[in-house]
């Protein structure tokens, strides 16, 4: 079992930067490749990006690519999202979750493990 708990969202202006965190409890963190997605009110579910076991392998969302960067640091079980040039329309709740199944790696079923969510919000 891997329990996941978000931190580091916020309100920031447009073109503002936050960087969120992702502290998971249980040895078997360093399997699994990650995730990050994000719900915006009213929307379903959507990718944003995701890194694999080693942390050596990245994918983003085209409309967060160039501006977000997934990373992880198995000796300290984190997964972190810095997110740059940030925009009204990156507001949502942002989640990371634990990719246990060999699905798409955009494909939220594919995760078992999820955090509570941590709220993102940018002014315009």
């Known amino acids: 079992q891997v329990q996941l708990v978000e931190s580091g969202g916020g309100l920031v202006q447009a073109g503002g930067s936050l960087r969120l965190s992702c502290a998971a409890s249980?040895?078997?963190?360093?399997?699994?490749?990650m995730g990050w997605f994000r719900q915006a009110p009213g929307k379903e579910r959507e990718f944003v990006a995701y890194?694999?076991?080693?942390?050596?392998?990245?994918y983003y969302a085209d409309s967060v690519k160039g501006r977000f960067t997934i990373s992880r640091d198995n000796a300290k079980n984190t997964v972190s999202l810095q997110m740059n040039s940030l925009k009204p329309e990156d507001t949502a709740v942002y989640y990371c979750a634990g990719h246990t199944i060999q699905t798409d790696y955009v494909d939220p079923t594919g995760y078992s493990y999820w955090g509570q969510g941590t709220q993102v919000t940018v002014s315009s």
């Open positions: 249980g040895r078997t963190f360093r399997f699994y490749a």
């Open positions: 890194v694999n076991w080693s942390g050596g392998s990245t």
